[in-house]
């Protein structure tokens, strides 16, 4: 009996508290005095443990993948021009991101795309398609491996203010909210949300979580089978980050001329136009087939 009753009264000991700044309330109140008021008053400020919260939760919800949780900058080789003309690339657009973020400006995307894209293989036959396969690879450059570098990146150092009324921002900022998606699995999401018969709020969710992120990172775009629906949903999202100016992170297989036939012209132009001249076709040597790996 004693026992049972340390045990509970030792829940509301203050070391069973994580944070006993603000006795994990995440806010502490301040009094301060305040000049037009003659008296002190109570200003609240969040406390710093939610900052190692936040930067935990930020990372579960930016869907990074598994297998590239160790993709970092630190271990991505670059031997081969692909590989340079990649890193450099992003290296370059990760030091003019805090601008991205904070001035907004036009073009605020990055994009990896091929020299000859994979549908416009897939069209081709025998010889021919060989012959385009060996000379204009795509894969295995890792563009994955960077997009995930940069999003970890990203997560760890870019800090928002939001915007709390037109040209007024909020006195606090927060870390940059990141979400990675891939082609196929995040097309099949959406269009298997469409069908989720809750009037819709699946669907809106998914949306919203793609449209409002800070970065979005969008791996493979144009991999998933076109149908109108589909070019209707990448329309809405890419136009919707457009005209608010949000960054796109995002690599394909597709070429500028075949991604236009995946996603349909009104977002790949939009998109393209966001990327400015920060649009990289890339081709070159798989990774994975490299010589020594075996
Ligand atoms: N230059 C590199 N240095 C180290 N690892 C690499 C490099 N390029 C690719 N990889 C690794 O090879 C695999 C395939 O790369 P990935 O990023 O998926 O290529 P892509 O997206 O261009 O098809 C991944 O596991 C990635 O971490
Ligand atoms: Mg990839
Ligand atoms: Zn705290």
Redesign the pocket.
Known sequence: MSNKYENSNSQTKPSDVECEACNDTGGIIDKVYDEDYGREVDIYRPCHCQKTKSLKNRFKNALIPD??KE?RFD????NSEA?KTLYKAIQEYLKGFPSIIKDKPEHNSLGFIAVFGESRIRLLSGEAKYKAKSEHNN???????LQMAAAKWILNRIRVRDEIAPGQFSRFDRGARVLCVSDITFMDDLTNARMAGDGGETLRNLLDSAINADVLVWDDLGKAKWSESKEGLYYQIINERYLHKRPILF?SNEDAGTLSDKIGYAASSRLLGMCGDRLYRVEGED??LRKGSH
């Open positions: 297998e590239f993709a271990n991505y080789e670059q590989q894969f295995g450059l890792g563009k994955t491996h690599s990774y994975r």
